[in-house]
């Protein structure tokens, strides 16, 4: 399984970045995928989720009318649109899926392959 992310960058706050992350060797089709961010010196926290067939989504409290996380299973890519960016968005952003099939989760430990992440910062 690989994963594939970009769209990072810089960016003044209040401002907009769309990530891409693209995925090779599962069925994606069947597989969830979520978002997550970590900034220096802070743990790996969730970010937002989608599910296999992009019918239920959920964000970090944080995030919530802000970011929007969609898939397009025909082309094997899960975006996050980012909008209204803070400084506290700053982090490397990371792609990720679990191993096992039809599976959505919040939690940092139910995920098994990771992007190599794209560094956001959000100046102020």
């Known amino acids: 399984v690989q994963l594939q992310a970009s769209g990072g960058g810089l960016v003044q706050a209040g401002g907009s970045l769309r990530l891409s992350c693209a995925a090779s060797?599962?069925?994606?089709?069947?597989?969830?995928m979520g978002w997550f961010r970590q900034a220096p010196a802070k743990e790996r926290e969730f970010v937002a989720v989608?599910?296999?067939?992009?019918?239920?989504?959920g964000y970090e409290d944080s995030v919530k009318g802000r970011f929007a996380i969609s898939r397009d299973n025909a082309k094997n890519m899960v975006y996050l649109q980012m909008n209204a960016l803070k400084p506290e968005d700053t982090a490397v952003y990371y792609c990720a899926t679990p191993r096992q099939a039809y599976k959505a989760s919040v939690f940092v430990t139910d995920y098994d392959f990771w992007g190599q992440g794209t560094q956001v910062t959000v100046s102020s």
């Open positions: 060797g599962l069925s994606f089709t069947t597989h969830g």
């Open positions: 989608i599910s296999w067939s992009g019918t239920s989504t």
